[in-house]
């Protein structure tokens, strides 16, 4: 079957998890784009070759992390066939997801012990990060949040949400809320608008932050009707996940551009995705990709160690050594801050290449990105 016929794909909700049925607007024009994504191994085998013999691992394998790919993304795929392609390997799920390794966790970052209200994680200080929802436009294989789409959890009611707010009010010193999931963006345009709306009237909150993957995944999403509401919050920043180049498209590149008319700056937060980017060429290809579209590199992750997702995870110094080679030899405003995120919630740890060589009490002995030593006499305080 050829993608481009992709709207008269008829496939059913069954694999969606129980309490997301209810709750997806059947009115937004986005949707019957977004109900022909691919949900079950059969309508996957319609676009790739999958033998029989493989076919029960894999139903295996979505029983327990389910799938679902907007078709937008799968024909982003290059070489669909190739199971080394980065787009197919975000999207399309292996067997090797129900391997696990020792230190791997179903909530790696502690994220369920860092929450005090429901739906809401208090990690920092000033900032606390909101779950608005447990559904996305495409379950990405290497995902942090895997548990939540995994184990059929319903979406979180509003009356929840009015809880976690509520304890926003009473904790003045959050300044920011990051609204975030799943993909905030999954809910109805009006149930999204009746959220930001209750946390710009939270006097301590300054900032707002969605996270989401449609720019990427499923830029359908980013239509007029949303815009008109984005556009109303004057403190809403935009953060999104671009992990290759191959995402960025004539599509991708309009969704992020009606985002930006609506006075949005967009912000990038990329993984570090074995045989996927983990490479300076490819992540300079990308940076410089959204740069040229002012979509700002924000972070890069080390994959964290999350159930059923060793083979994207690689070492901390392949991630180092590509900021190695971003410093210096490329604009400042294409490099991403390398961060672990610290297991058991002890939060994001910036990490890269060291340019301090040694230390005396007249000053510091520096290293520029062309290794060339230099000393730098230190002011006293
Ligand atoms: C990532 C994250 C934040 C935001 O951290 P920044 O460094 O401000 O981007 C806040 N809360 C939680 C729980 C997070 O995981
Ligand atoms: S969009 Fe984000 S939350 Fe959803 S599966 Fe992908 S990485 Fe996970």
Partial sequence: MKLSKYKNLNTSLEDEPDGCKNEISQKESWHSTYSNSLKNIEDLSKFIFIPEAEKPALKQVIR?????????????????NNSNDPIRRQCIPSIEEIEREI??????????????????????????????????????????????????????????????????????EIRE??????????????????????????????VIRIGTRAPVVFPQRIDENLCKVIEKYENLWINTQFNHPDEITAQSILACKMLQRCGIAISNQSVLLKGINDNIKTMLELCHK???????????????????????????????????NMRGHTSGMCIPTFVVDGIDGKGKIPIGPNYVLSVSPEGLTLRNYRNEILFYFNPKE
């Fill in 64 to 80: 327990t992390f389910h799938m679902r790919i907007p078709l937008y993304y799968l024909s982003l795929a290059k070489n669909l």
């Fill in 103 to 172: 230190h791997e966790k179903i909530d790696p970052l502690g994220e369920e012990k860092t929450s005090p209200a429901p739906c809401l994680i208090h990690r920092y200080p000033d900032r606390a990060l909101l779950i608005v929802t447990g559904r996305c436009f495409m379950y990405c294989r290497h995902c942090t949040r895997k548990r939540l789409w995994r184990s059929r959890i319903p979406e979180p009611a509003l009356k929840d949400i009015e809880l976690a707010l509520a304890y926003v009010k009473e904790n003045k």
């Fill in 177 to 206: 809320i990051i609204v975030s999931g799943g993909d905030p963006l999954t809910l109805p345009t009006e149930k999204l608008d009746y959220i930001l709306s209750l946390l710009t009237n939270i006097k301590n909150i300054e």
């Fill in 290 to 324: 959204l740069q040229n579209i002012r979509v700002r590199p924000y972070y890069l992750y080390q994959c964290d160690p999350v159930i059923g997702a060793h083979h994207f995870r690689t070492s901390i110094w392949r991630g180092i050594d590509i900021l190695e």
